[in-house]
């Protein structure tokens, strides 16, 4: 099925009852817009020739009827028309986020944010020409049928005459519609690059300023609009071309007909009155304005063709979740949790997971170690089924979690990532995202044990206050605190701290370390370490090197080992001085 027929089908025919009351509207509209040029047949005949004043006010007030009709009718096509254009456009926008927000992460990965965003922004606002084009297309093919049919019945030799120019017109739109089509891609994906650099540049304005490479970033920004303004000439070229080929093509047809015509009118056998010729020229004229918005329907196909492809490539991506249905609820878990033989390597790099096996009791802290690229982010990434395992298996509690519904696993795991990612909106909001089941009594009691309360209170609006876009009205402190208030009340029963202290001053690190304490009692605790003072009371260090479990035990265990943990011990965790000594006093 084309991607036009899948969208009609999917999205516009299920109102089809609008669609049967806009397709009356058109009728009696396009009847409305031919009468005239068959009235104009009367008008020069017997009012201007026979000089009737029946004819002259029967003419008069049928045409002031006409068009009252004309007009009610077509308020009715265009509204409902517009009714059912925005109703696709907001369930088509709505269903391409619901499906983005079911891929897997991978797709990011791959794709640039401002090509995804292109879909639901521009790709779905070219539709709404196409939709609003073509129910209009019934008026217009209609009112040509009607303006057609008038044309032969006056005079059928001279009708052959006029159309004679229909081939070339038919020509001319087929090698135009090609090319429209062409650019309109290579335009819409430049699109997608412009809205991509727009998102990532205004996302880091602030290392953009601290730069001071305000006019680099002018430079490079104005390269691509350059781009984007020269594809987009190429386009309008094309429209603009058209339009003027078919009118002078039409106007060709006028003047052979005008010329043969006024011979069969001023000819001693007169073949047509002057009324038919002039009612035959009118209605020929008027062919013009409805061919025209065939045209404008035609390119508007194309472009419309092109960004419903790029849309349904989007519906097209496999969702993580498509066998949830043939899934099992997770129910409440204890922690414990089994990497079995796990094999996992990117699709587009080197790095992975490979032959991985470990066991993790319930309630237990584990510190995860290794160089950068080593796999600590991916074992994590696993846990949570961001990516799909090329072997072996992970177990929580005895249970494959390939075989639960993601949402049942998910929601019993907890993150505080060493950026915390807070949305815009209030600071309640952003702690609220944890569980939006919890009451306004369970927010500030989380907020309080992630040491957030006070800082909060101290604003003029307190948990009212806005956040900003990215959390940018808070302190990198106080945005961890908020992070870790919405784990708290998430209450998740396994979780992963991806050192969460690591860009903190000293004193945000200690209340920040203080609310992680709290947030880690009675959970099966996972910590991405890069710093001694952060697995000091691990359980367990888990050590790993390119993708494989090199070593594992307590830090006292461990450094007495010729391997890599001594080796990072000495590299990066020596140079906490202060720890150090507190660690191997301790020790």
Request: glycine content about 6%.
């Amino acid at each position: 099925m084309s991607p036009i027929s899948r969208f009609y089908r999917q999205y516009v025919l299920k109102y089809y009852t609008r669609i049967l009351i806009i397709g009356l509207a058109s009728l009696i509209v396009s009847i409305s817009t031919a009468l005239p040029a068959g009235i104009m047949k009367y008008v020069v005949d017997k009012v201007l020739f026979e000089k009737s004043s029946h004819y002259l006010f029967m003419i008069s007030i049928g045409l002031i009827v006409l068009f009252i009709v004309k007009g009610i009718f077509y308020y009715i096509q265009n509204y409902y028309t517009a009714y059912i254009g925005q109703s696709v456009l907001r369930q088509l926008r709505n269903d391409i986020y619901s499906h983005i927000n079911r891929l897997p992460i991978g797709y990011f990965e791959e794709k640039q944010t401002g090509h995804i965003m292109a879909r639901i922004t521009s790709d779905v606002v070219l539709l709404q020409n196409l939709i609003d084009s073509s129910i209009g297309v019934a008026s217009d093919i209609l009112t040509v049928a009607g303006l057609v049919g008038w044309i032969v019945y006056i005079h059928y030799q001279l009708a052959f005459l006029a159309f004679l120019v229909i081939p070339f017109i038919g020509f001319i739109l087929s090698k135009f519609s090609q090319r429209v089509r062409t650019i309109t891609r290579t335009l819409q994906n430049k699109v997608g690059d412009i809205t991509s650099i727009l998102n990532e540049k205004i996302s880091g304005i602030r290392t953009v300023k601290s730069f001071s490479n305000e006019s680099v970033e002018n430079e490079r920004f104005a390269v691509e609009t350059e781009e984007n303004f020269k594809i987009a000439m190429k386009h309008n070229k094309l429209l603009a071309m058209i339009l003027p080929i078919i009118e002078f093509l039409n106007t060709t047809g006028i003047v052979i007909v005008l010329s043969v015509g006024g011979y069969f009118v001023i000819k001693p056998d007169p073949g047509l009155t002057p009324g038919e010729l002039i009612s035959f020229l009118t209605a020929l004229g008027m062919l013009f304005t409805p061919i025209k918005r065939l045209t404008s329907a035609t390119n508007y196909y194309q472009q419309a063709y092109v960004c419903i492809a790029r849309i349904y490539e989007i519906f097209d991506e496999r969702p993580e979740d498509e066998n949830d249905h043939k899934s099992v609820v997770l129910p409440e878990i204890k922690g414990k949790i089994d990497f079995r033989a796990v094999n996992f390597k990117y699709a587009k790099s080197e790095g992975g997971l490979f032959d991985f096996n470990l066991r993790v009791k319930p309630g237990a802290i584990t510190a995860i170690v290794g160089p950068s690229g080593s796999g600590k982010t991916t074992m994590m990434n696993l846990l949570m089924r961001f990516y799909k395992l090329d072997s072996g298996a992970i177990e929580i509690d005895g249970i494959n979690i390939e075989n639960v519904k993601l949402k049942s696993l998910r929601s019993q795991i907890g993150i505080v990532p060493q950026d915390s990612v807070l949305f815009s909106g209030t600071i309640f909001d952003n702690i609220l995202y944890g569980n939006y089941s919890a009451s306004g009594e369970e927010v500030m009691q989380a907020a309080k044990m992630a040491n957030a309360h006070d800082f909060i209170e101290k604003f003029p609006l307190g948990f009212d206050t806005k956040v900003g876009e990215h959390g940018v009205k808070l302190s990198g402190g106080q945005r961890q605190r908020i992070s870790i208030a919405r784990a708290i009340l998430r209450n998740p029963k396994i979780l992963i701290l991806d050192e969460a202290t690591s860009a903190l001053d000293a004193e945000s690190e200690t209340l920040v370390k203080e609310a992680l304490d709290r947030l880690m009692q009675g959970r099966t605790t996972f910590i991405i370490a890069h710093r001694l003072s952060t697995i000091k009371n691990a359980h367990e260090i888990i050590v790993l090197e390119k993708g494989k479990l090199a070593q594992h035990g307590t830090h006292e265990q461990l450094i007495e080992i010729n391997g890599v943990y001594q080796k990072l011990y000495q590299t990066y965790f020596e140079k906490e001085p202060a720890v150090t000594a507190n660690i191997n006093k301790q020790a």
